[in-house]
C-alpha cells in the first residue's frame, strides 16, 4: 500500500522504538529487554514537556509512580497495566516501568521528549520504595 494513504509498522526488537511521527507527536514499541527487568531499574525519570501515556499489547508491565519534587521521587505507587487500557501519566510526574519476559507496550509522547528536556533520578531497591499497590 502507498505510504501517502497508510503507515504500516511494527517491531519486535528489544527496546524503545519510535516508528511513527507526526506533528507535534510519536508513537513507540516499548518491548521487553533486561534493562526494563525490576532488578537493573536504577532510575526514573520525568519528562517536562510531555504526558506519556502506555498501552499493555502482550505480557506484563508495572509501572511505577513517584509523588516527589526535585530531588526525591516521594511516594512510589505500584500500578500493575491491564491489556488494552490506556494509562496516561502527566508531566512532571516521576516514573518507571518494568516489564516481564516478551512484553509489549506502547508509547504515545510529544515528539520532543528527550533527554535534555526529562529529568532523571537514581534509586535503589525499587521493591523496597513501593509505599502502594493499585491493580
Known amino acids: ?14 527496546g524503545y522504538h519510535p516508528l ?15 534493562k526494563f527487568h525490576i532488578e537493573n531499574i536504577t532510575d526514573m525519570q520525568r ?4 504526558d506519556e501515556v502506555f498501552i499493555l499489547l502482550e ?10 519534587g526535585d530531588d526525591d521521587p ?7 497495566l ?7 501519566v502527566k508531566k512532571g510526574v516521576w516514573h518507571t516501568h518494568v516489564l516481564s519476559d516478551g512484553a509489549r507496550v506502547i508509547v504515545i ?3 520532543d ?3 535534555e528536556n526529562s529529568d532523571h533520578i537514581t534509586i535503589s531497591g525499587l521493591p523496597s520504595m513501593i509505599c502502594e499497590h493499585n491493580e
Open 1 to 14: 500500500m502507498k505510504e501517502d494513504l497508510i503507515e504500516i509498522r511494527s517491531c519486535t526488537e528489544p
Open 20 to 34: 511513527i511521527w507526526y506533528e507535534g507527536w510519536r508513537v513507540a514499541y516499548l518491548n521487553d529487554t533486561p
Open 47 to 50: 519528562h517536562n514537556t510531555s
Open 59 to 68: 505480557g506484563s508491565c508495572t509501572l511505577y509512580l513517584g509523588n516527589g
Open 74 to 80: 516521594g511516594k512510589i505507587t505500584a500500578i500493575r
Open 82 to 88: 491491564t491489556p488494552g487500557i490506556m494509562y496516561n
Open 109 to 111: 509522547e510529544n515528539a
Open 113 to 115: 521528549v528527550s533527554p
